[in-house]
């Protein structure tokens, strides 16, 4: 599935199978993706804004240079994908937020 540059917007995804998708590039504003599977996904250089992640899975996935701004990814795992790059702005965290060693948390001082 080839959706480069693709505009997702004000919308709920859910039960859907991004699995090995290429979907660099693309743009989630204020939408809510539940049950999303993303494994082995091209995420690269994604745009994720005001966005409510609900078992969403990640394994594999390349978030190279992917934002996250103000996403509520309380309960994700992160863990087994790649982050390298990638940056979150105000995002709602948890303790169970899997991320491999490194990765970088920004957060905005306002």
């Known amino acids: 599935m080839k959706l480069i ?5 004000q919308t709920t995804l859910k039960d859907i199978s991004f699995t090995k998708a290429f979907l660099s ?8 993706l539940i049950k999303i599977d993303f494994r082995a996904a091209n995420l690269i250089r994604n745009e994720f804004t005001d966005v409510i ?11 190279n240079g992917a934002s996250f701004e103000n996403c509520d990814l309380r309960g994700q795992d992160l863990g087994e994908a790649n982050l390298d790059g990638t940056q979150f702005f105000g995002c709602l965290l948890d303790d169970s937020v899997k991320m491999m060693v490194g990765a970088i948390v920004r957060e905005s001082l306002s």
């Open 53 to 63: 992640f609900s078992d969403v899975t990640f394994a594999g996935a390349d978030l």
């Open 5 to 9: 540059g693709s505009t997702f917007t």
């Open 25 to 32: 590039k693309a743009t989630f504003y204020r939408c809510s």
